[in-house]
């Protein structure tokens, strides 16, 4: 099993910063990347960026040059800075994790961020 426990998000106005944090535990030996997907009221999970441990990332497009991913493998932990903060990146923000063999995905419990206009 791998636990996932996020921290940050909150609320922020229209074009401000905010950092998400997510620490993993477990058997982080079967993590192959981890990212982060966001979920708005009435709309479908999406993904928001990720990176795999040879530290190769994916952007959403609407996030590209706004959003960026980074890792700290140290302290099995993947991290999210927001920048440029639009009202319509208002969701609950999960950390996922990819892991190897089948095994299934890992997701924490969310974090809501709201950004206001």
């Known amino acids: 099993q791998v636990q996932l426990v996020e921290s940050g998000g909150g609320l922020v106005q229209a074009g401000g910063s905010l950092g998400l944090s997510c620490a993993a535990s477990g058997s982080i030996f079967s993590i192959n990347a981890m990212g982060w997907y966001r979920q708005a009221p009435g709309k479908q999970r999406e993904l928001v960026a990720s990176?795999?441990?040879?530290?190769?990332?994916n952007y959403a497009d609407s996030v590209k040059g706004r959003f960026t991913i980074s890792r700290d493998n140290a302290k099995n932990t993947v991290y999210l800075q927001m920048s440029s903060l639009k009202p319509e990146d208002t969701a609950v923000y999960y950390c996922?994790?990819?892991?190897?063999?089948?095994?299934?995905?890992?997701w924490g419990r969310g974090t809501q961020v709201t950004v206001s206009s």
């Open positions: 990176m795999t441990n040879g530290g190769s990332t």
């Open positions: 996922n994790a990819d892991r190897a063999w089948g095994l299934p995905r890992a």
